[in-house]
Nanobody, 123 residues
Framework: QGQLVESGGGLVQAGGTLRLSCQGS????????MGWWRQTHEEEREFVAS???????LYPKSAKGRFSISRDNAKNTLYLQINNLQPEDTAIYYC?????????????????WGQGTQVTVSS
């Protein structure tokens, strides 16, 4: 199993933009389906976006066009851009990999998880 390391989180004002990165290592990154999830300590892990090995994205309806997932297989890197950040976006953001290679919003499809990166949005 490879490792996933997230970066790019931080403190941002409402209305701002962040781009999160997830660096993969080990198993061929391009063979994996990838996803972004987020969690606060009060809630269960929430699906944010996913992308298949072929680059097909999937978003929840709640994303409202503010989230954009992408991948650069040459760099073994997954990205998540979040526009118009709101205080309710405050959470730890995790990237995850699934060996099904699909774009999926099912938590149990993901076998490998990063440690997470904190995003805090001030009002």
């Amino acid at each position: 199993q490879g490792q996933l390391v997230e970066s790019g989180g931080g403190l941002v004002q409402a209305g701002g933009t962040l781009r999160l990165s997830c660096q993969g290592s080990g198993r061929s990154f391009s063979d994996l389906g990838m996803g972004w999830w987020r969690q606060t300590h009060e809630e269960e892990r929430e699906f944010v976006a996913s992308i298949s090995w072929r680059g097909e994205p999937l978003y929840p309806k709640s994303a409202k066009g503010r989230f954009s997932i992408s991948r650069d297989n040459a760099k073994n890197t997954l990205y998540l851009q979040i526009n118009n950040l709101q205080p309710e976006d405050t959470a730890i953001y995790y990237c995850a990999a699934n060996h099904l290679a699909v774009s999926t919003n099912y938590l149990n499809d993901y076998e490998t998880w990063g440690q997470g990166t904190q995003v805090t949005v001030s009002s």
